[in-house]
């Protein structure tokens, strides 16, 4: 008599998945029509080794071909904040800002300048590919305090000096925490060049 046993399910290359989303889920964006897979895993491939955080989408098994690409942070993107939504947020019990009460007044360029001198646009992208060959992509970006900002100490932090301010010999502060700040909408020829820009490709 001969014993039959069955062969060890092969390990899967999480750079490497094989198993497409059946469809296109909603928030998703078709970044690019009769793509490959190979070309899903050139991404995955690029961002790694240029140093981002290719990680698993929470309730997906491992062999799912869809990513999270996180890690990159993009200085300078004042350009791509959503003013129209932080205008909407305003209410008369927030905190003061030079930026703002322009932002009320239909002025938004103190806005970005704020946002690039004391903000980076975190990029995080979740990567898909599907049964019908589309590539397709879910931004996920919001500005962040810089790095270094994030080390100041609470005591060295100096009182609003508006004077100086008014008569710009003093830096913009940071803006308020409860002010939403989030990229505007972008198109998809904007995502992927932002995407590989991420990526290094």
């Known amino acids: 008599m001969t014993s039959s046993t069955s062969s060890p399910a ?3 290359n999480p750079l490497r998945p094989s198993q497409p989303l059946p469809l296109k889920p909603a928030g998703y964006l078709g970044l ?8 899903f895993w ?8 240029n140093g981002r955080d290719v990680g698993l989408v929470r309730g997906d ?3 799912t071909c869809r990513r999270r690409i996180s890690g990159y942070l993009l ?3 004042g350009l791509l904040i959503d003013a ?3 205008g909407s947020s305003l209410d008369e019990g927030l905190e003061p800002h030079p930026a703002l009460i322009a932002l009320l007044g239909g002025d938004s360029s103190l806005l970005r300048e704020t946002l690039n001198l004391h903000y980076a646009l975190r990029l995080n992208f979740v990567l898909a590919f599907t049964r019908h060959r589309d590539l397709i992509l879910r931004p996920e970006f919001k500005f962040v305090l810089k790095p270094v900002e994030k080390d100041h100490a609470l005591g060295d932090v100096q009182p609003l000096d508006w004077n100086a301010i008014e008569t710009a010999s003093a830096p ?11 990229a505007r ?15 290094g490709l």
């Open 10 to 12: 092969r390990p899967v």
């Open 32 to 39: 690019a029509s009769y793509s490959s897979l190979g070309r």
């Open 42 to 49: 050139t991404y995955l491939d690029a961002a790694r080794r």
């Open 61 to 63: 098994p491992e062999a």
């Open 75 to 77: 200085d300078g993107a």
């Open 84 to 86: 129209e939504k932080v």
């Open 172 to 182: 913009l502060p940071p803006l308020p925490k409860d002010v939403p700040l989030n």
């Open 185 to 199: 909408r972008l198109g998809r020829d904007e995502l992927r060049f932002l995407l590989e820009r991420a990526c």
